[in-house]
């Protein structure tokens, strides 16, 4: 059993910072795809970002690209989401995923290729 523990949540004002960080457990950690996600009050969820098994790769949402990075740091099996210049719209429920044994270190933007969920933590953003 996988399991995603995510921190990091808060209160803010707009052009603030925030990292989130998600603590995974499992040895397959190294070679996992991780993903973040974002769910708003009335909104769909919606793909944040995310990076593979090795760290080589990431990708974006438009939204986000250039102030949000994704990292992790495989001894610590931990996934980070460093968001930088923090808008209103990005108020959300942040959710770290972690990708099952297809596909396992390859990432993706789809939620549906995630098989494993953290409970999500709150980011709000004042104007």
């Known amino acids: 059993q996988v399991q995603l523990v995510e921190s990091g949540g808060g209160l803010v004002q707009a052009g603030d910072s925030l990292r989130l960080s998600c603590a995974a457990s499992?040895?397959?950690?190294?070679?996992?795809?991780m993903g973040w996600f974002r769910q708003a009050p009335g909104k769909e969820r919606e793909f944040v970002a995310a990076?593979?098994?090795?760290?080589?790769?990431?990708d974006y949402t438009n939204s986000v690209k250039g102030r949000f990075t994704v990292s992790r740091d495989n001894a610590k099996n931990t996934v980070y989401l460093q968001m930088n210049s923090l808008k209103p719209e990005d108020t959300a429920v942040y959710y770290c995923?972690?990708?099952?044994?297809?596909?396992?270190?390859?990432?993706?933007?789809?939620?549906?290729?995630?098989?494993?969920w953290g409970q999500g933590t709150q980011v709000t953003v004042s104007s």
């Open positions: 995923a972690a990708r099952g044994a297809l596909g396992r270190s390859i990432l993706t933007t789809n939620s549906r290729e995630y098989s494993y």
């Open positions: 990076i593979s098994g090795s760290g080589r790769s990431t």
């Open positions: 499992g040895r397959s950690f190294s070679t996992t795809a």
